[in-house]
């Protein structure tokens, strides 16, 4: 495990006042972009909520042999991904790079 720190909260952010702690770079950054997103209104908190709940329902529906480790940011991930779409943030080839046609 990576010794990383607890994540420094800006002041209006109220989400969790207990600092969250995390083992990878990228999962402090997931997370930031995620509440950072919903608080300068791009979607609503409930709305990335929904989609974690969703994210995490489908990984426990999987057969045990198919649905790997339980990691629970890549679920925060996958989450963050759909709300992004949901809410026309970035265009799907902006997303997924290899699906972009090389000869528009």
Same mark, same amino acid.
């Given at each position: 495990?990576?010794? %990383?720190?607890? #994540?420094?909260?800006?002041?209006?952010?109220?989400?969790? $006042?207990?600092?969250?702690?995390?083992?990878?770079?990228?999962?402090?950054?997931?997370?930031?972009? #995620?509440?950072? $997103?919903?608080?300068?209104?791009?979607?609503?908190?409930?709305?990335?909520?929904?989609? $974690?709940?969703?994210?995490?329902?489908?990984?426990?529906?999987?057969?045990?042999?198919?649905?790997?480790?339980?990691?629970?940011?890549?679920?925060? %991930?996958?989450?963050?991904?759909? %709300?992004?779409?949901?809410?026309?943030? $970035?265009?799907?080839?902006?997303?997924?790079?290899?699906?972009?046609?090389?000869?528009?």
């Amino acid at each position: 495990m990576t010794d %990383v720190s607890p #994540a420094k909260l800006h002041p209006s952010c109220v989400s969790d $006042l207990n600092q969250p702690v995390f083992d990878q770079e990228w999962q402090r950054r997931a997370f930031g972009l #995620a509440v950072a $997103l919903s608080e300068f209104g791009h979607y609503p908190w409930a709305d990335f909520q929904q989609e $974690l709940i969703n994210a995490i329902g489908t990984w426990e529906e999987a057969p045990t042999d198919a649905r790997g480790r339980w990691e629970y940011y890549e679920h925060w %991930v996958t989450a963050l991904g759909a %709300v992004v779409r949901e809410h026309g943030m $970035l265009e799907d080839s902006y997303i997924n790079p290899e699906d972009r046609d090389p000869h528009p």
